[in-house]
């Protein structure tokens, strides 16, 4: 069963039921991408993110052509990269921006509910 790995969330993501949520590190994420199955969710239009995330903290977070639309089920685990403090606009940030942004990892897992998980 894969982990999937985003930068946001989508309530169409989730099933009608319960979830735990757990901040995790960025050593998690990349533990998790290195030993695991990941299916990545992001945008390819956030390339800049990711490469933000990368210099940052090493992660090798995989871009697809197009975004996973998926439906998590019970025991799901869903990683999300958030950041807070880079520009909007889609460009490549400096090594500035990237130290004065602020990144928080979690790890929700589906604890009951239905659905079916989907990738392209």
């Known amino acids: 069963m894969p982990t999937y ?4 969330i989508s309530d169409s ?3 009608a039921g319960t979830f735990r949520k757990k901040a995790i590190t960025a050593n998690d994420v990349k533990s998790i991408i290195d030993n695991e ?3 990545s969710c992001v945008n390819p239009s ?10 940052r903290y090493g ?3 995989p871009v697809p052509e197009k975004p996973a639309k998926i439906t ?6 869903l990683i999300v990269c958030t950041v807070l403090g880079l ?4 460009r490549e940030f400096s090594q500035e921006e990237i ?22």
């Open 37 to 39: 199955e990941v299916v």
């Open 13 to 15: 993501m989730f099933p």
């Open 99 to 120: 130290e004065r942004a602020s990144f928080t990892f979690s790890l929700w897992t589906i604890q009951t509910g239905g659905g079916r998980s989907s990738a392209p």
């Open 87 to 90: 520009p909007r606009e889609t």
């Open 59 to 61: 992660l090798e977070i």
């Open 72 to 77: 998590l089920r019970k025991n799901d685990n």
């Open 46 to 55: 956030h390339r800049s993110t990711i490469d933000a995330l990368k210099q």
């Open 5 to 8: 790995i985003a930068l946001a």
